[in-house]
């Protein structure tokens, strides 16, 4: 299964991105997938997680601001991010389970300037 992540960039405060996972694999089928972001010096976390039951899981530091969803008909992840702060800087990563298989995509870096 091959993940490719896109749609990060240089943003302002406050300001909004949206990011893309698009999966080889329909993302129907798999049993989880989510969005992990690696800060330099950190390790990586986990963001945002979506079950193929359609139960949703976001760290704190992000909840209200951030939403994750899927277009099952696209094979493609999203993280709607809003709100932006200097904190949010890092690579983001998709990550897709597939049958207990873990499988990421190659990271997009977002950078919140202040």
């Known amino acids: 299964v091959q993940l490719q992540a896109s749609g990060g960039g240089l943003v302002q405060t406050g300001g909004s991105l949206r990011l893309s996972c698009a999966a080889s694999?329909?993302?129907?089928?798999?049993?989880?997938m989510g969005w992990y972001r690696q800060s330099p010096g950190k390790e990586r976390e986990p963001v945002a997680m979506?079950?193929?039951?359609?139960?949703?899981n976001y760290v704190d530091s992000v909840k209200g601001r951030f939403s994750i969803s899927r277009d099952n008909a696209k094979n493609t992840l999203y993280l709607q991010m809003n709100t932006l702060k200097p904190e949010d800087t890092a690579v983001y990563f998709c990550?897709?389970?597939?049958?207990?298989?873990?499988?990421w995509g190659q990271g997009t870096l977002v950078t919140v300037s202040s």
């Open positions: 694999r329909g993302i129907f089928s798999a049993n989880f």
């Open positions: 979506l079950s193929n039951m359609g139960s949703i």
């Open positions: 990550n897709a389970m597939y049958d207990g298989y873990s499988y």
